[in-house]
T-cell receptor, first 109, second 116 residues
Framework: DAKTTQPTSMDCAEGRAANLPCNHSTISGNEYVYWYRQIHSQGPQYIIHGLKNNETNEMASLIITEDRKSSTLILPHATLRDTAVYYCIVRPADYKLSFGAGTTVTVRA | SAVISQKPSRDICQRGTSLTIQCQVDSQVTMMFWYRQQPGQSLTLIATANQGSEATYESGFVIDKFPISRPNLTFSTLTVSNMSPEDSSIYLC?????????????FGQGTRLTVV
């Protein structure tokens, strides 16, 4: 069972920041927030993960609220190649992934 | 990061036949998984492929329909048996690498199966 809620779809403009929300109000203390994305006709790709602190890597930033009930994935400068389905997943570090429906992000020129 | 090769990348099969999908990883991994992605849907975990023992299947999936082999730490196969058009999906192999602070999953490119 997916324990997250994400918008079905969203559009963003090329070059602008894309902010993808995720609600996970039933998250447990030992569960991490993971983000993956799936570009059309490819396997899912890991983006970033976090437990309670905000995280940043070369792809994105992850902002987790203090109560950990929601988070936002930020793509700082969206490009056309960022068009994909983005999955927010919560799970313990050593447990299997459970994919929900995700958010279909379309970056427009 | 692990590199995963899946074969075949796609196939068209007759109903009633079986297809075996291969997954090769470029490094030894403990955890290997098989997923199914039906058209327009998200990924659903079929089973965990355990090295040296029988696979662990998720609810709704059975060994007779999806037999899995895991002869070593770098290779696994998934067979889709007695296929019907409802088995038309993308089948993906996944591995996980665990270090002291992170568990990261890597996915193959998938096998696109069409059953006619």
């Amino acid at each position: 069972d997916a324990k997250t809620t994400q918008p079905t779809s969203m559009d963003c403009a090329e070059g602008r920041a894309a902010n993808l929300p995720c609600n996970h109000s039933t998250i447990s203390g030992n569960e991490y927030v993971y983000w993956y994305r799936q570009i059309h006709s490819q396997g899912p790709q890991y983006i970033i993960h976090g437990l309670k602190n905000n995280e940043t890597n070369e792809m994105a930033s992850l902002i987790i609220t203090e109560d950990r009930k929601s988070s936002t994935l930020i793509l700082p400068h969206a490009t056309l190649r960022d068009t994909a389905v983005y999955y927010c997943i919560v799970r313990p570090a050593d447990y299997k992934l459970s994919f929900g429906a995700g958010t279909t992000v379309t970056v427009r020129a | 990061s692990a590199v995963i090769s899946q074969k075949p990348s796609r196939d068209i099969c007759q109903r009633g036949t079986s297809l075996t999908i291969q997954c090769q990883v470029d490094s030894q991994v403990t955890m290997m998984f098989w997923y199914r992605q039906q058209p327009g849907q998200s990924l659903t975990l079929i089973a965990t492929a355990n090295q040296g023992s029988e696979a662990t299947y998720e609810s709704g999936f059975v060994i007779d329909k999806f037999p899995i082999s895991r002869p070593n730490l770098t290779f696994s196969t998934l067979t889709v048996s007695n296929m019907s058009p409802e088995d038309s999906s993308i089948y993906l192999c996944s591995v996980e690498e665990v270090n002291h602070w992170n568990t990261e999953a890597f996915f193959g490119q998938g096998t696109r199966l069409t059953v006619v």
